[in-house]
């Protein structure tokens, strides 16, 4: 019976999901992902939409929830007071136009939603299958049943992930949890015992007696089917078909850009503000700005050729993943426009890397030999960096050029991972990456020019792709 409660969330968030990909009718508020009153919106859009749920969105695959229809449920229980298999078909509830959700927040750095809220009544029926026993007396039989719930809690949590597919991002559930709190239930079974009235009478006296005893025993597997239910109907309505932003687009005027003018005698303090608000939404991009996802950050490939030196070792890492840069915290901006300078303190609490490496030199006199997959854990990273830019002009606006980018890091602690070395020699590649981890700083010292260099190189590029989108005047405007 509690099953049909959680469609709510279930039905909302396709509603949110499907139909944001098309126009939005004039009844449908549009949330957007960068809104500090993003949950506000949600929450307001599930009492905006109940008279269209209740009768139901046909082109949006959106079912009717007055009454809602539920083809099949499955239950099987295995515990000293419950165990027993069971079929419903045809379950036919009504009552869930009474829904008040009081909770529908979208945490979008971490891709969560948790949803919740009150049904105040719920009356079901339809055709059912048991055989096995409860609190120890038999139960067989199939027939209708019916039942009835007083005010009932329901409470989601659902994770989902990000899926590209040609090109472009999707999310899909991953992971679902769900609590129940039932009012007052009720249930009747008719036929049961191949309708002999005395067996089905005190079979449903025993039912009633023990409603409350038997709903505890039986709610960890009502949870685990609302949990799939919910994770089947949402991957069909969101995995490959509406993308993610179309889901919950980015606010293009939008107040969570700190606008920060060059004459302001505080203007470092202004961009420390202003990319606080944008830290958020870095964590999946925002392309009107030409900022790509940074949860995980994905490098195509990245070549370090160190020749001389007590590391002397040739390698290239591919389809790198960086987890972690959008926690950064930007604790000091200097910027010196009459002479193109900017300066940039920051720190970085962790890091976690993975991609495919090949490699082969010598690290501190010890010969080293493999490709496989990377792994890297960097934590406590403070880094400095200097930007020598430029002014062009380009369509008659001013825009700014970087023309030299240099960075200088320090991390606090590394331990890193090499699958696969030495052919896979497995007695050979676990010394070495001891050995590894046990010099990790004589290591990183020796290789931190180049690595630098090539980090410069990387954020040179992607940072000039911002700068040359927009001119001065919309950067930092007088």
Known sequence: MVYSIYSICAVLLIVFSVEAAKDLPSYFPRCYRNDPKLNECLLKATETVKPFLIKGVPELNVPSIEPLIIPEIELQQGTQALNFKASLKNVTVHGLSSYKLDKFDFDVPNLQFFCGGWVEKLDLEGKYKVSGKILIAPIEGEGTFTATVGKSRMDVYQKVKEVTKKGLVYISPVHTNSSISVGNPKAHLDGLFQNNEQLNKATNDVISDNIDILFEEIKPVLEKVITNFMEDILLSALEGQVPFD?????????????????????????????????????????????????????????????????????????????????????????????????????????????????????????????????????????????????????????????????????????????????????????????????????????????????????????????????????????
């Not at 002014?391 to 980018?405: A, Q, R, S």
């Not at 020796?446 to 911002?466: C, G, Q």
């Open 246 to 478: 179309k889901l919950y687009p980015i606010k293009k005027d939008s107040t969570f850009l700190k606008i920060c003018h060059r004459s302001d005698p505080n203007l470092g303090e202004c961009i420390i503000e202003s990319v606080h608000r944008l830290k958020p939404l870095l964590a999946h991009g925002i392309p009107e700005f030409g900022i790509p996802s940074c949860e995980p950050l994905y490098i195509p490939e990245v070549v370090l050729d160190q020749g001389s030196g007590a590391v002397s070792v040739n390698s290239s890492y591919k389809d790198i993943k960086v987890y972690g840069p959008s926690e950064f915290t930007l604790k000091q901006v200097k910027i010196n426009l009459d002479r193109d300078r900017i300066r940039l303190k920051l720190h970085v609490p962790s890091l976690y890397l993975e991609s495919k490496y090949t490699m082969e030199g010598r690290i501190l006199m010890m010969p080293i030999l493999g490709s496989g997959n990377f792994y890297g854990n960097y934590s406590d990273i403070e880094a400095i960096v200097n930007i020598l830019g430029q002014k062009i002009v380009k369509d008659g606006e001013i825009y700014f050029n970087i023309k030299d980018f240099y960075i200088d890091f320090n991390i606090g602690h590394a331990t890193i991972q090499l699958d696969n070395l030495f052919n896979g020699d497995e007695e050979l590649g676990e010394a070495m990456n001891l050995f590894l981890n046990d010099n990790w700083k004589n290591v990183a010292n020796e290789i931190k020019p180049v690595l630098e260099d090539t980090i410069a190189s990387i954020f040179k590029k992607f940072s000039n792709k911002i700068y040359h989108k927009y001119p001065l005047s919309v950067l930092l405007p007088k």
